[in-house]
């Protein structure tokens, strides 16, 4: 018995249970076909050891092309990556993330990028070369974020030009080569909103599977400067009240955490430390 973790670019397959669940398709073999051609990747089994497998299909199922009759008739349903965290169980969403990133990094890396040549998979995690040799493991994008705080009540929030919809979340941004993650925060902050912090420090991380990243997420104290939007970046930001937030992110994201994390805070009467 496996998890299945079947994907249709970036959308995966989920179960629907009677109850109005849902959860992964699970069993001997996965509920579609495996074509000859097929890659079926081996992921890092569940917690309690049982098997997790991923694989792509070229088209979307619909209730017509699996298991259309009897009770099983519609029980597979296809759901993107990211709505499907509030549809599944938080162990079950992480490792399809984990499926999605090696998805993504398999379809990238077919060829090799010294010679050319076709890439094959030698462990699980790693390809080589078919003609030189060459080796390569997928790669992460690390990004850092951070939540700025000015006084016990207000912190900045601003709307980059690339969110989809009106929502505020914080300055973040990707770590350079040479630079250390706290070196990346205030880089970034410099760049986007001008300003200058102090009292920089750890708050959490999260894989961030869209399409490969990781997210280091930082408290911070706003120490000078005025207000400059890098506006290739940002449409707009500014200082926000904790009683007059704007929207803010969706709760898979690490910017709401650390915009929770600071209102419960301020709300029991603590400093975010």
């Known amino acids: 018995m496996a998890f299945w973790f079947i994907f249709c670019k970036t959308d995966l397959i989920l179960e629907r249970y009677h109850d109005g669940t849902y959860g992964i398709p699970m069993g001997e073999k996965p509920p579609v076909d495996i074509k000859p051609w097929t890659t079926v990747h081996n992921i890092t089994p569940m917690e309690d050891g049982t098997p997790v497998k991923t694989f792509l299909i070229p088209n979307p199922i619909s209730d017509t092309t699996i298991f259309t009759c009897g009770?099983?008739?519609g029980k597979y349903e296809m759901c993107g990556l990211r709505p499907s965290y509030y549809k599944l169980p938080t162990e079950l969403y992480l490792k399809a993330g984990k499926c999605q990133e090696i998805?993504?990094?398999?379809?990238?890396?077919?060829?090799?990028?010294?010679?050319?040549?076709?890439?094959?998979?030698?462990?699980?995690?790693?390809k080589r070369c078919t003609c030189c040799g060459k080796e390569v493991w997928p790669q992460l994008a690390t990004a850092v974020i951070v939540l700025i705080h000015r006084g016990p009540d207000?912190?900045?929030?601003?709307?980059?030009?690339?969110?989809?919809?009106?929502?505020?979340?914080?300055?973040?941004?990707?770590?350079e080569t040479g630079e250390t993650l706290e070196q990346a925060v205030e880089r970034e902050v410099m760049e986007e909103v001008g300003l200058r912090i102090k009292n920089l420090r750890y708050f959490a991380s999260q894989p961030w599977p869209y399409p490969c990243g990781l997210m280091v997420g930082f408290h911070a104290d706003y120490d000078s400067g005025d207000i400059r939007l890098q506006r290739s970046?940002?449409?707009?930001?500014?200082?926000?009240?904790?009683?007059?937030?704007?929207?803010?992110?969706?709760?898979?994201s690490i910017a709401r955490r650390l915009i929770d994390n600071w209102l419960e805070d301020t709300r029991n009467g603590n400093t975010v430390l």
């Open 154 to 175: 207000e912190v900045l929030l601003v709307h980059a030009n690339n969110f989809r919809g009106g929502f505020y979340g914080l300055v973040a941004g990707f770590v």
């Open 233 to 252: 970046e940002l449409a707009s930001g500014g200082w926000y009240h904790r009683d007059h937030l704007p929207q803010i992110p969706e709760k898979l």
């Open 71 to 73: 009770e099983d008739s």
């Open 103 to 126: 998805l993504y990094w398999d379809q990238n890396t077919r060829f090799c990028g010294v010679c050319g040549g076709p890439m094959k998979l030698h462990t699980d995690i790693s």
